[in-house]
Protein backbone atom coordinates (compact mmCIF):
# COMPACT_ATOMS: atom_id res chain seq x y z
CA UNK A 1 0.00 0.00 0.00
CA UNK A 2 1.30 3.67 -0.81
CA UNK A 3 1.67 4.97 3.03
CA UNK A 4 0.90 8.34 1.89
CA UNK A 5 -2.49 7.81 0.90
CA UNK A 6 -3.70 7.25 3.92
CA UNK A 7 -7.43 8.31 2.84
CA UNK A 8 -7.40 4.93 1.67
CA UNK A 9 -8.00 3.43 5.05
CA UNK A 10 -11.67 4.10 5.63
CA UNK A 11 -13.30 1.73 2.95
CA UNK A 12 -13.83 -1.07 5.31
CA UNK A 13 -17.15 -1.42 7.00
CA UNK A 14 -17.58 -2.60 11.20
CA UNK A 15 -16.12 -5.93 12.18
CA UNK A 16 -18.17 -7.70 14.55
CA UNK A 17 -17.11 -7.52 17.83
CA UNK A 18 -20.16 -9.18 19.72
CA UNK A 19 -18.61 -11.78 21.24
CA UNK A 20 -16.22 -9.52 23.06
CA UNK A 21 -18.90 -6.96 24.70
CA UNK A 22 -18.83 -7.99 28.55
CA UNK A 23 -22.47 -8.83 29.89
CA UNK A 24 -21.18 -6.80 32.78
CA UNK A 25 -18.82 -3.54 33.10
CA UNK A 26 -15.15 -4.60 33.21
CA UNK A 27 -13.17 -3.71 36.82
CA UNK A 28 -10.67 -0.80 36.16
CA UNK A 29 -6.90 -2.59 34.76
CA UNK A 30 -3.77 -2.09 35.76
CA UNK A 31 -0.65 -2.14 33.19
CA UNK A 32 1.86 -4.76 33.78
CA UNK A 33 4.42 -3.60 36.34
CA UNK A 34 1.53 -1.03 38.40
CA UNK A 35 1.99 -1.22 42.10
CA UNK A 36 -0.60 -2.95 44.18
CA UNK A 37 -3.53 -1.31 45.86
CA UNK A 38 -7.18 -0.90 45.07
CA UNK A 39 -6.57 2.74 42.77
CA UNK A 40 -6.86 1.74 39.34
CA UNK A 41 -4.11 1.99 36.78
CA UNK A 42 -3.56 5.54 35.58
CA UNK A 43 -2.64 7.19 32.00
CA UNK A 44 -0.06 4.91 29.91
CA UNK A 45 2.67 6.90 28.06
CA UNK A 46 1.01 10.36 29.05
CA UNK A 47 -2.56 11.92 28.70
CA UNK A 48 -4.17 15.09 27.23
CA UNK A 49 -5.37 18.02 28.76
CA UNK A 50 -6.62 17.84 32.45
CA UNK A 51 -9.59 15.82 32.67
CA UNK A 52 -9.29 14.75 29.12
CA UNK A 53 -8.21 10.67 30.52
CA UNK A 54 -5.35 8.99 29.27
CA UNK A 55 -3.99 8.88 25.59
CA UNK A 56 -2.13 5.35 25.20
CA UNK A 57 -4.19 2.78 26.98
CA UNK A 58 -3.36 -0.49 27.04
CA UNK A 59 -6.77 -2.64 25.96
CA UNK A 60 -8.16 -6.28 26.65
CA UNK A 61 -11.02 -8.40 25.64
CA UNK A 62 -12.42 -7.25 28.61
CA UNK A 63 -12.07 -3.48 28.12
CA UNK A 64 -12.36 -3.47 24.33
CA UNK A 65 -16.12 -2.64 24.56
CA UNK A 66 -15.53 0.84 26.40
CA UNK A 67 -11.89 1.74 25.69
CA UNK A 68 -12.15 1.24 21.72
CA UNK A 69 -15.77 1.69 20.59
CA UNK A 70 -17.51 3.31 22.36
CA UNK A 71 -14.89 5.94 23.33
CA UNK A 72 -14.49 6.10 19.50
CA UNK A 73 -17.86 7.71 19.52
CA UNK A 74 -16.42 10.78 20.82
CA UNK A 75 -12.49 10.60 20.20
CA UNK A 76 -11.05 8.63 17.11
CA UNK A 77 -9.03 5.09 18.56
CA UNK A 78 -5.51 4.11 16.90
CA UNK A 79 -5.29 0.70 17.52
CA UNK A 80 -2.12 -0.74 17.77
CA UNK A 81 -2.14 -4.59 17.63
CA UNK A 82 1.38 -6.22 18.79
CA UNK A 83 3.20 -8.57 20.98
CA UNK A 84 6.26 -8.77 22.61
CA UNK A 85 8.70 -11.14 20.54
CA UNK A 86 7.86 -8.73 17.66
CA UNK A 87 10.93 -6.74 16.66
CA UNK A 88 8.76 -4.22 14.16
CA UNK A 89 6.49 -3.70 16.54
CA UNK A 90 9.34 -1.99 18.92
CA UNK A 91 10.14 0.07 16.28
CA UNK A 92 6.51 1.31 15.40
CA UNK A 93 5.08 1.33 18.84
CA UNK A 94 7.14 4.26 19.84
CA UNK A 95 6.79 6.41 17.36
CA UNK A 96 3.00 6.09 17.69
CA UNK A 97 3.13 6.58 21.46
CA UNK A 98 5.12 9.55 20.86
CA UNK A 99 2.53 10.86 18.62
CA UNK A 100 -0.44 10.34 20.64
CA UNK A 101 1.39 12.20 23.42
CA UNK A 102 1.71 15.19 21.47
CA UNK A 103 -2.11 14.75 19.71
CA UNK A 104 -3.22 15.52 23.89
CA UNK A 105 -6.04 14.12 23.72
CA UNK A 106 -7.20 14.77 20.02
CA UNK A 107 -6.93 10.70 19.65
CA UNK A 108 -6.05 7.85 21.44
CA UNK A 109 -3.88 4.76 21.12
CA UNK A 110 -5.23 1.57 21.79
CA UNK A 111 -2.72 -1.30 22.23
CA UNK A 112 -3.77 -4.93 22.22
CA UNK A 113 -1.14 -7.55 22.51
CA UNK A 114 -2.27 -10.38 20.32
CA UNK A 115 -0.78 -13.20 22.47
CA UNK A 116 -2.72 -12.30 25.56
CA UNK A 117 -5.69 -11.30 23.48
CA UNK A 118 -5.89 -13.72 21.03
CA UNK A 119 -10.40 -13.45 20.70
CA UNK A 120 -9.11 -10.03 19.50
CA UNK A 121 -6.73 -11.07 17.07
CA UNK A 122 -9.27 -13.92 15.86
CA UNK A 123 -12.12 -11.55 15.39
CA UNK A 124 -9.48 -8.31 13.48
CA UNK A 125 -8.39 -11.05 10.66
CA UNK A 126 -4.66 -10.33 12.40
CA UNK A 127 -2.34 -11.95 10.05
CA UNK A 128 0.67 -10.03 10.70
CA UNK A 129 1.77 -7.50 12.81
CA UNK A 130 2.12 -4.62 13.78
CA UNK A 131 -0.96 -4.43 12.30
CA UNK A 132 -2.98 -0.82 12.84
CA UNK A 133 -6.59 -0.54 12.73
CA UNK A 134 -8.91 2.84 13.36
CA UNK A 135 -12.13 2.98 15.37
CA UNK A 136 -14.14 6.07 14.27
CA UNK A 137 -17.91 6.41 15.26
CA UNK A 138 -17.92 3.12 17.00
CA UNK A 139 -16.73 1.82 13.28
CA UNK A 140 -13.61 -0.71 12.94
CA UNK A 141 -11.23 0.22 9.64
CA UNK A 142 -8.01 -0.95 8.10
CA UNK A 143 -5.11 0.98 8.70
CA UNK A 144 -1.87 -0.10 7.82
CA UNK A 145 0.53 -3.05 8.27
CA UNK A 146 4.00 -3.12 8.87
CA UNK A 147 6.38 -0.17 10.01
CA UNK A 148 6.19 2.90 8.43
CA UNK A 149 8.91 5.79 8.88
CA UNK A 150 7.53 9.03 11.28
CA UNK A 151 6.62 11.20 8.89
CA UNK A 152 4.25 9.31 7.09
CA UNK A 153 2.80 7.53 10.19
CA UNK A 154 1.82 11.56 11.05
CA UNK A 155 0.39 11.60 7.58
CA UNK A 156 -2.00 8.53 8.81
CA UNK A 157 -3.11 10.12 12.08
CA UNK A 158 -4.01 13.04 10.29
CA UNK A 159 -6.28 11.47 8.14
CA UNK A 160 -7.40 9.33 11.18
CA UNK A 161 -8.32 12.86 12.19
CA UNK A 162 -9.99 14.08 9.33
CA UNK A 163 -12.15 10.95 9.26
CA UNK A 164 -13.40 12.01 12.78
CA UNK A 165 -14.45 15.28 11.66
CA UNK A 166 -11.26 17.03 13.20
CA UNK A 167 -9.98 20.29 10.88
CA UNK A 168 -6.27 19.31 10.06
CA UNK A 169 -4.22 21.56 8.54
CA UNK A 170 -2.00 19.87 5.93
CA UNK A 171 1.78 20.55 5.33
CA UNK A 172 1.37 18.05 2.51
CA UNK A 173 2.94 19.85 -0.79
CA UNK A 174 -0.57 20.53 -3.23
CA UNK A 175 1.97 18.76 -5.71
CA UNK A 176 0.99 15.24 -4.57
CA UNK A 177 -2.28 15.69 -4.49
CA UNK A 178 -2.69 13.81 -8.42
CA UNK A 179 0.31 11.54 -7.30
CA UNK A 180 -1.71 9.92 -4.39
CA UNK A 181 -5.39 10.02 -6.00
CA UNK A 182 -3.58 7.65 -8.30
CA UNK A 183 -2.07 5.32 -6.46
CA UNK A 184 -5.75 5.17 -4.07
CA UNK A 185 -7.37 4.24 -7.54
CA UNK A 186 -4.72 1.88 -8.75
CA UNK A 187 -3.57 3.62 -11.82
CA UNK A 188 -0.28 3.26 -11.46
CA UNK A 189 1.07 5.28 -14.68
CA UNK A 190 -0.56 8.39 -13.55
CA UNK A 191 1.69 7.85 -10.38
CA UNK A 192 4.60 8.00 -11.74
CA UNK A 193 4.08 10.27 -14.29
CA UNK A 194 2.86 12.74 -11.67
CA UNK A 195 5.79 11.81 -9.40
CA UNK A 196 8.28 12.09 -12.12
CA UNK A 197 6.45 15.80 -12.69
CA UNK A 198 7.48 16.66 -9.42
CA UNK A 199 11.18 15.34 -9.79
CA UNK A 200 11.40 16.98 -13.15
CA UNK A 201 10.48 20.34 -10.62
CA UNK A 202 12.48 19.56 -7.34
CA UNK A 203 15.44 17.14 -8.20
CA UNK A 204 16.10 14.92 -5.30
CA UNK A 205 12.97 14.88 -3.52
CA UNK A 206 12.70 12.40 -1.23
CA UNK A 207 8.71 11.85 -0.59
CA UNK A 208 8.68 11.89 -5.06
CA UNK A 209 11.25 9.07 -4.48
CA UNK A 210 9.75 7.29 -2.06
CA UNK A 211 6.42 7.45 -4.10
CA UNK A 212 8.00 6.65 -7.49
CA UNK A 213 9.90 3.49 -5.48
CA UNK A 214 6.22 2.87 -4.35
CA UNK A 215 4.75 2.38 -7.77
CA UNK A 216 7.47 0.29 -9.01
CA UNK A 217 6.88 -2.25 -6.05
CA UNK A 218 3.61 -2.40 -6.66
CA UNK A 219 4.21 -3.23 -10.28
CA UNK A 220 6.50 -6.13 -9.41
CA UNK A 221 3.97 -7.49 -7.49
CA UNK A 222 1.04 -7.28 -8.87
CA UNK A 223 -1.16 -10.26 -9.53
CA UNK A 224 1.45 -12.27 -7.47
CA UNK A 225 1.01 -14.72 -4.32
CA UNK A 226 2.82 -13.69 -1.40
CA UNK A 227 2.98 -17.35 -0.17
CA UNK A 228 4.04 -19.01 -3.71
CA UNK A 229 6.63 -15.80 -4.27
CA UNK A 230 8.84 -16.63 -0.56
CA UNK A 231 8.52 -20.95 -1.43
CA UNK A 232 9.95 -20.29 -4.95
CA UNK A 233 12.76 -18.41 -3.16
CA UNK A 234 13.46 -21.18 -0.24
CA UNK A 235 13.77 -23.48 -3.15
CA UNK A 236 16.18 -21.52 -5.43
CA UNK A 237 18.16 -18.72 -3.28
CA UNK A 238 20.81 -18.30 -5.61
CA UNK A 239 17.39 -17.32 -8.47
CA UNK A 240 18.36 -13.44 -8.48
CA UNK A 241 14.29 -12.83 -9.44
CA UNK A 242 13.05 -14.70 -7.41
CA UNK A 243 15.19 -13.64 -4.01
CA UNK A 244 14.28 -9.74 -5.25
CA UNK A 245 11.06 -10.17 -5.79
CA UNK A 246 10.81 -12.46 -2.30
CA UNK A 247 12.59 -9.00 -0.92
CA UNK A 248 9.61 -7.06 -2.38
CA UNK A 249 6.86 -9.38 -0.51
CA UNK A 250 8.69 -9.21 2.75
CA UNK A 251 8.89 -5.28 2.53
CA UNK A 252 5.28 -5.25 1.51
CA UNK A 253 4.12 -7.06 4.44
CA UNK A 254 6.21 -4.74 7.20
CA UNK A 255 9.25 -6.98 7.28
CA UNK A 256 12.09 -4.48 6.05
CA UNK A 257 14.36 -6.30 7.35
CA UNK A 258 14.06 -9.41 6.65
CA UNK A 259 14.00 -8.11 2.63
CA UNK A 260 17.24 -6.09 3.18
CA UNK A 261 19.07 -9.22 5.08
CA UNK A 262 18.06 -11.19 2.01
CA UNK A 263 19.26 -9.20 -0.78
CA UNK A 264 22.91 -8.15 1.73
CA UNK A 265 22.87 -12.32 1.68
CA UNK A 266 22.19 -12.41 -2.32
CA UNK A 267 24.83 -9.72 -2.83
CA UNK A 268 27.05 -12.07 -0.44
CA UNK A 269 27.12 -14.70 -2.50
CA UNK A 270 26.77 -13.24 -6.29
CA UNK A 271 29.00 -11.51 -8.62
CA UNK A 272 28.91 -9.33 -11.82
CA UNK A 273 25.45 -8.32 -13.38
CA UNK A 274 23.87 -10.52 -10.32
CA UNK A 275 25.44 -8.73 -7.66
CA UNK A 276 24.58 -5.57 -9.05
CA UNK A 277 21.02 -6.28 -9.86
CA UNK A 278 20.86 -7.09 -5.86
CA UNK A 279 22.24 -3.84 -4.81
CA UNK A 280 20.61 -1.84 -6.63
CA UNK A 281 17.23 -3.55 -5.76
CA UNK A 282 18.20 -3.23 -2.16
CA UNK A 283 18.86 0.64 -2.67
CA UNK A 284 15.16 1.03 -4.06
CA UNK A 285 14.04 -0.06 -0.90
CA UNK A 286 15.97 2.02 1.15
CA UNK A 287 14.06 4.63 -0.94
CA UNK A 288 11.11 2.92 0.09
CA UNK A 289 11.67 3.72 3.87
CA UNK A 290 13.57 7.16 3.68
CA UNK A 291 16.82 7.37 5.07
CA UNK A 292 16.41 8.55 8.48
CA UNK A 293 15.05 5.24 9.37
CA UNK A 294 17.38 3.22 11.86
CA UNK A 295 16.55 -0.27 10.02
CA UNK A 296 18.01 1.58 6.59
CA UNK A 297 21.35 2.69 8.32
CA UNK A 298 21.93 -0.40 9.77
CA UNK A 299 21.70 -2.12 6.10
CA UNK A 300 23.58 -0.17 4.62
CA UNK A 301 26.57 -0.56 6.67
CA UNK A 302 25.80 -4.20 6.19
CA UNK A 303 26.00 -3.54 2.23
CA UNK A 304 29.34 -2.14 2.72
CA UNK A 305 30.65 -4.73 4.54
CA UNK A 306 29.42 -7.04 1.84
CA UNK A 307 30.50 -5.38 -0.75
CA UNK A 308 34.06 -4.28 0.80
Not at 8 to 29: C, E, K, M
Not at 71 to 95: F, Y
Not at 204 to 218: C, F, H, I, S
Request: charged share 20%.
Amino acid sequence: MDPRSASSIFTRGAVDLGALRPSTPPAATKPAGAPPGDAPAGPVGGSGPPGAGPVVVDVTEATFQSEVLERSLTTPVVIDLWAEWCQPCKQLSPVLEKLAVEGRGAWVLAKIDVDSNPRIAQALRVQGIPMIMVAVGGQLMEGFSGVLPEAQVRQFIDAVLKAGGAQVESSEDPRFAVADEALMVGDLDAAEQAFKKILGETPNDTAAEAGLAQVGLMRRIEGKVPGKVLAAAEESPDDVGAQTLAADVEMLSGQAEAAYSRLIALVRRTAGDDRETARKHLVALFTLAGPDDPAVASARRALASALF
